[in-house]
């Protein structure tokens, strides 16, 4: 990209104009800051069913039309589809080998993927058009970078052979042992988002040159999106330590959560062109130019991987805080305090989405090597949100 091009990207991004302090939690006080003497209580999530056990460190996870899922394995670089009640095709979905709810099978091993430290097949996305496409999108780390590609999934080839060679839509996102982000997903306006974290490199996070500590606007064809900050760039929100969950609301509003360093993790409201602080700032700093998180964590409490809207809140899976958040929401602000559920009853907790028929789908994430695996670790569990 031409220099004059990256100064006045950086110039956009870092206008205080474009990256003013969002708006405070009720009360004016600032962002909502959740505790481990925040309990549950009433209204909380309740566990229908395991889908599934027995994954080997599960990290994406997505809904195919019909109702069965598709789960990427971060370190043996596998897509495995997981069969699900009334799972078996229709509205567009495609037939499985084995009718079983629960059952797994194989759809095929990635290649190109070189999994460490926190790197390896990591998001999925499936296109909007997958009924006719059949398209499925991954993050993914090589030995050189972290990329985007998207791959034809075809179920009515043999099991563990039902994926066509990737194509490459996006390469050069700085990979390192840690800070990969890696989650995509298709928001509403039919574009691809990613989230990148920053590899161990937080300068990156604040260089308008690098992919790494962003989040980033695709077209489905892996061409920065039209109506970007600047026309030409892929970057749509900048400053972000490593982010890996994004979700959407009814209206349409992107938020995302990221791992902080050493104090605070944090929920944010993405704004196009903003700028969350990282490195400058960890939280809440009330600097112009800076947008503030809505609420954050200790990373004790949180650590946050997946995130999903559902029945007025959004839901935060967390890793190390090994509990699922709700965090109630009406418009562009809080509508109450953060509140924790299911700690510690199944460890570490990867991924939440939400399925089509408004319950939630959690992935754990015992399996990683920081966690302790539980008989049948790692699964996906079925829950009905509450609220």
């Not at 991954?138 to 791959?151: G, K, P, Q």
């Not at 691809?192 to 604040?206: E, N």
């Not at 790494?212 to 030409?232: M, Q, S, V, Y």
């Not at 920081?370 to 790692?378: I, L, N």
Request: hydrophobic share 40%.
């Amino acid at each position: 990209m031409h220099r004059r091009l990256l100064a006045a990207l950086l110039a956009l991004l870092l206008a205080p104009a474009a990256c003013s302090s969002s708006a405070p939690a009720p009360g004016g006080a600032g962002p909502a800051t959740a505790s481990p003497a925040t309990p549950g209580g009433p209204g909380g999530p309740t566990v229908r069913a395991t889908v599934a056990d027995g994954l080997a460190v599960p990290w994406g996870l997505v809904v195919l039309p019909g109702g069965d899922l598709l789960v990427s394995e971060r370190d043996s670089a596998r897509i495995v589809r997981i069969a699900t009640p009334g799972g078996a095709g229709g509205a567009g979905g495609s037939p499985r080998a084995d009718g079983a709810a629960g059952a797994k099978t194989e759809a095929g091993t990635v290649p190109g993927v070189v999994a460490g430290g926190e790197g390896g097949l990591l998001g999925l996305a499936v296109s909007p058009g997958f009924a006719a496409d059949r398209l499925v999108y991954a993050y993914l780390s090589t030995a050189e970078d972290n990329r985007i590609v998207r791959i034809r999934y075809d179920p009515a080839l043999p099991v563990g052979a039902q994926l066509g060679t990737p194509e490459t839509l996006l390469a050069g996102i700085p990979r390192g042992p840690r800070h990969n982000g890696g989650r995509i997903a298709f928001g509403p306006d039919g574009l691809l988002y990613a989230t990148t974290g920053d590899s161990g490199d937080p300068a990156l996070a604040q260089d308008a040159a690098s992919l790494g500590g962003k989040i980033l606007r695709l077209t489905p064809d892996g061409a920065p999106a039209p109506g970007n900050p600047l026309p030409g760039s892929p970057v749509y929100s900048l400053g972000h330590r490593n982010p890996e969950g994004i979700a959407w609301d009814p209206e349409g509003r992107l938020w995302a959560c990221e791992f902080g360093a050493d104090t605070w993790d944090e929920l944010n409201l993405i704004r196009p062109g903003g700028n969350y602080g990282w490195p400058e700032l960890e939280g809440a700093g009330h600097r112009p130019g800076f947008i503030d998180p809505l609420a954050q964590w200790r990373p004790a409490e949180a650590s946050p991987s997946g995130l999903a809207y559902a029945d007025g809140a959004l839901w935060m899976a967390a890793l190390r805080g090994t509990r699922l958040w709700r965090v109630p929401i009406a418009g562009d602000h809080l509508a109450g305090s953060p509140r924790g559920y299911l700690n510690d009853a199944y460890g570490r907790l990867r991924t939440v989405v939400t399925a089509p028929d408004g319950t939630l789908l959690l992935a754990t994430n015992n399996t990683d090597g920081r966690g302790e695996p539980r008989p049948g670790d790692d699964r996906v569990l079925r829950l009905a949100p509450g609220g």
